[in-house]
């Protein structure tokens, strides 16, 4: 099973961008559907993008459409989430996963994202 550390979370204003990695380990990560989510505290882990194995048909959450950027390195076995304009909505905990069969059964131990207003 793939392992999976994200990184590059931080404390931000409003309006600023960040780039978040999630670093895959210990199985073919070229063949696994890839995604990020998030947890604001006191809410459920809600889904923010996807992407497939091959790095095509990137898909978003309505509330970060046309804000973040999902990608993936198969080379360098990595997944970025480019996030731009940040909202102090966007403030949570962000988790890489990776999409076997039917669910998504490996999960990193997430990163903290804060914006301020």
């Known amino acids: 099973q793939v392992q999976l550390v994200e990184s590059g979370g931080g404390l931000v204003q409003a309006g600023d961008s960040l780039r978040l990695s999630c670093a895959a380990s210990g199985s073919t990560f070229s063949s696994y559907m890839m995604g990020w989510f998030r947890q604001a505290p006191g809410k459920d882990r809600d889904f923010v993008a996807r992407?497939?194995?091959?790095?095509?048909?990137?898909y978003y959450a309505d509330s970060v459409k046309g804000r973040f950027t999902i990608s993936r390195d198969n080379a360098k076995n990595m997944m970025y989430l480019q996030m731009n304009s940040l909202k102090p909505e966007d403030t949570a905990v962000y988790y890489c996963?990776?999409?076997?069969?039917?669910?998504?059964?490996?999960w990193g131990q997430g990163t903290q994202v804060t914006v301020s207003s």
């Open positions: 992407i497939t194995a091959s790095g095509g048909s990137p």
């Open positions: 996963a990776a999409r076997g069969s039917f669910d998504w059964n490996a």
